[in-house]
T-cell receptor, first 111, second 116 residues
Framework: QKEVEQDPGPLSVPEGAIVSLNCTYS??????FMWYRQYSRKGPELLMY????GNKEDGRFTAQVDKSSKYISLFIRDSQPSDSATYLC???????????FGRGTSLIVHP | GAVVSQHPSWVICKSGTSVKIECRSL??????MFWYRQFPKQSLMLMAT?????????EQGVEKDKFLINHASLTLSTLTVTSAHPEDSSFYIC????????????FGPGTRLTVT
């Protein structure tokens, strides 16, 4: 079992939909959680990061962490075609600067 | 803030030659830089970790004599692919972090290497 599991998709939604992207993990020592967005042939862009359970909101994006269930989510409200990309979660242990990346979920938002 | 650049963005070289890729943190001091490789529709594969002024730490299976990494300053790391072969063709991405800002890694735009 991989330490971080992420459904590769693709996930196809209509414009304006609420998107939910998820990762599960097995290592209870994981303490920090990040979400990246990667457009085709580009480097990943850091979207959200958090160090605690609960929700963190930034514009149309909400990151949610449930440490008891070892489950993290990224919600995108009012999705736009420009949100079409691959979304990677990255999770790491405190004291380690090398997170474990999920394989990424491909999101397609169609007009 | 937290901008990382890479150069070149795209390079084609002949088999047997060497290629150098630069990674720069433009607006922060990168105490640690990472080099990744990514194949189409695959996730990131960490190749090595470099701390400024120290030798790089390579992941298992990555040939350190083939992929030379230098992190001579707090804003620059280089990856040199020596004696490149077609199987080295890939998308190489660097990332950087400032340990004083905790764990967030900031990625460069990537370099597409094609070896003919």
């Amino acid at each position: 079992q991989k330490e971080v599991e992420q459904d590769p998709g693709p996930l196809s939604v209509p414009e304006g939909a609420i998107v939910s992207l998820n990762c599960t993990y097995s290592n209870s020592a994981f303490q920090y959680f990040m979400w990246y967005r990667q457009y085709s042939r580009k480097g990943p862009e850091l979207l959200m990061y958090t160090y605690s359970s609960g929700n963190k909101e930034d514009g149309r994006f909400t990151a949610q962490v449930d440490k008891s269930s070892k489950y993290i989510s990224l919600f995108i409200r009012d999705s736009q075609p420009s949100d079409s990309a691959t979304y990677l979660c990255a999770i790491g242990e405190g004291g380690s600067y090398i997170p474990t990346f999920g394989r990424g979920t491909s999101l397609i938002v169609h007009p | 803030g937290a901008v990382v650049s890479q150069h070149p963005s795209w390079v084609i070289c002949k088999s047997g030659t060497s290629v150098k890729i630069e990674c720069r943190s433009l607006d922060f001091q990168a105490t640690t830089m990472f080099w990744y490789r990514q194949f189409p529709k695959q996730s990131l594969m960490l190749m090595a970790t470099s701390n400024e002024g120290s030798k790089a730490t390579y992941e298992q299976g990555v040939e350190k004599d083939k992929f030379l990494i230098n992190h001579a300053s707090l804003t620059l790391s280089t990856l040199t692919v020596t004696s490149a072969h077609p199987e080295d063709s890939s998308f190489y991405i660097c990332s950087a972090l400032d340990r004083s800002r905790a764990y967030e890694q900031y990625f460069g735009p990537g370099t597409r290497l094609t070896v003919t």
